[in-house]
């Protein structure tokens, strides 16, 4: 189950690459990322509870989708379709609602590439999402949702803590001697 | 201690909690001063004196414009003691797991519909 992890990588400063496979025919897979319905059942990562998904699957036309977390923080995206290929290739842009003071959403909005290929009846989807700037792209990354910079930081402190404890007993151990 | 000294700044720099909420913050994305100041609830100079820690071990950059000076969290610099993209590696991944079992639904339902079983 561990094995099938999203592979992430970061081809230019401004691009986030995710790539992923599906055990299922691509029809399926661009099925379940452009229906509302579905879109709710696995949008929200299982950091909380989608509680709006709104699809107008048009070039032109916009989408929003909205979770809540356990802890009420309440998160929104949303964007307009650019380009439509049914079941090979969506390309729409996507904007946080909720940046910071002072930064434009537009400065914080990304294109987003999805690219859905089949192969013996396995689907890997692709997704580029291209930022402004490498300020932008990085922000991203590091706000990873609710848990994505705290986590990091919260495991630090964990190991900053562990190796405090035992450099001071280290010490305490020396004096004792 | 194994650990290079550069990797052992940045374990103090973010070992103390206001330095923490200074990283936090400018997560969502750059800021001036005057706004970390409000957001943590301290004086100025304690800010700038975090700031300073923060920008010494590389993990904020500053710039100015015009009269502000705005800093930005510089996230590869978390990177020699902790990967910082395999926490939107693992929001993806949970993603996808999650939409591994709509796929096993959709997958079901076609084969019922198709007469099968």
């Known amino acids: 189950?561990?094995?099938?992890?999203?592979?992430?990588?970061?081809?230019?400063?401004?691009?986030?690459?995710?790539?992923?496979?599906?055990?299922?025919?691509?029809?399926?897979?661009?099925?379940a990322y452009t229906t509302p319905e579905l879109v709710s059942r696995w949008w929200h990562a299982k950091r909380g509870e989608v509680t709006l998904v709104e699809i107008d699957l048009r070039v032109g036309g916009r989408w929003r989708y909205a979770m809540v977390t356990p802890d009420?923080?309440?998160?929104?995206?949303?964007?307009?379709?650019?380009?439509?290929v049914p079941n090979e290739r969506?390309?729409?842009?996507e904007a946080?609602?909720?940046?910071?003071?002072?930064?434009?959403?537009?400065?914080?909005?990304?294109?987003?590439?999805?690219?859905?290929?089949?192969?013996?009846?396995?689907?890997?989807?692709?997704?580029?999402?291209?930022?402004?700037?490498?300020?932008?792209?990085?922000a991203i990354i590091a706000s990873g949702m609710e848990d994505g910079l705290q986590d990091a930081l919260e495991l630090l402190e964990q190991v900053a803590l562990a190796s405090a404890e035992s450099t001071t007993s280290e010490a305490k151990h020396g004096i004792g001697d | 201690m194994a650990r290079a000294a550069t990797t052992a700044d940045a374990f103090n720099a973010v070992a103390e909690p206001r330095r923490r909420e200074i990283l936090d913050a400018l997560g969502a994305g750059e800021l001036p001063v005057n706004d970390l100041?409000?957001?943590?609830?301290?004086?100025?100079?304690?800010?700038?004196?975090?700031?300073?820690?923060?920008?010494?071990?590389?993990?904020?950059?500053?710039?100015?414009?015009?009269r502000q000076r705005?800093?930005?969290?510089?996230?590869?610099?978390?990177?020699?003691?902790?990967?910082?993209?395999?926490?939107?590696?693992?929001?993806?991944?949970?993603?996808?797991?999650?939409?591994?079992a709509v796929l096993e639904d959709l997958k079901r339902k076609e084969q019922g519909a198709g007469g099968d079983e």
Do not use: C
Request: charge should be negative.
């Open chain 2, 37 to 66: 100041v409000h957001a943590l609830g301290v004086t100025q100079p304690q800010v700038s004196k975090h700031l300073r820690v923060l920008r010494d071990v590389g993990l904020v950059d500053v710039r100015d414009q015009g």
């Open chain 1, 72 to 84: 009420g923080t309440e998160v929104a995206f949303h964007g307009e379709y650019q380009e439509i």
């Open chain 1, 1 to 31: 189950m561990t094995s099938n992890r999203a592979k992430v990588t970061l081809p230019t400063d401004e691009q986030i690459l995710i790539e992923r496979e599906f055990d299922a025919p691509r029809e399926l897979v661009y099925q």
């Open chain 2, 70 to 100: 705005l800093y930005r969290l510089n996230g590869p610099a978390l990177k020699p003691i902790h990967d910082w993209v395999s926490n939107y590696e693992r929001l993806w991944s949970d993603r996808f797991e999650a939409l591994d």
């Open chain 1, 96 to 138: 946080f609602e909720g940046v910071p003071e002072g930064v434009s959403e537009d400065d914080a909005s990304t294109l987003n590439t999805a690219v859905f290929a089949e192969a013996n009846g396995r689907t890997k989807l692709t997704i580029l999402i291209e930022a402004k700037s490498k300020l932008s792209r990085d």
């Open chain 1, 90 to 93: 969506l390309v729409s842009t």
